[in-house]
């Protein structure tokens, strides 16, 4: 009996380690998308790390703002599917065989 809450409690402990492995490759990986004069950088765990706008744009504020909402939101689309993909590796690395994410 307490040899299975062992062997329980060490899975989870390698499942967190894994996870927080996971979560600082992802820190570290960016998606940059540029989108009509403005540049959107993000990183793995979907986190703006820059933002660079042309000048050009700030004659016309509405303009600026559905091109910046455009480029940060595919560039975290991109990010959340890295992010995905990710999970489902390290799930299936846990229990293989068994497939959550479809």
């Not at 899975?11 to 403005?38: N, P, T, V």
């Not at 004659?59 to 992010?83: F, I, P, R, T, V």
């Not at 229990?95 to 959550?100: N, V, Y």
């Amino acid at each position: 009996m307490f040899g299975n809450i062992k062997d329980m409690m060490g899975k989870l402990q390698e499942a967190q380690a894994q996870a927080k492995d996971m979560k600082d490759r992802l820190e570290q990986i960016e998606i940059k998308e540029s989108f009509q004069g403005i540049e959107v950088v993000v990183n793995g765990n979907r986190k703006l790390r820059n933002l660079k706008i042309d000048p050009a744009l700030a004659q016309d504020a509405e303009e600026l703002e559905d091109k910046l909402l455009l480029a940060l939101n595919k560039a975290l689309e991109k990010a959340e599917a890295m992010h995905d993909a990710e999970m489902k590796k390290m799930a299936s690395g846990m229990m293989p065989g068994l497939d959550m994410f479809k």
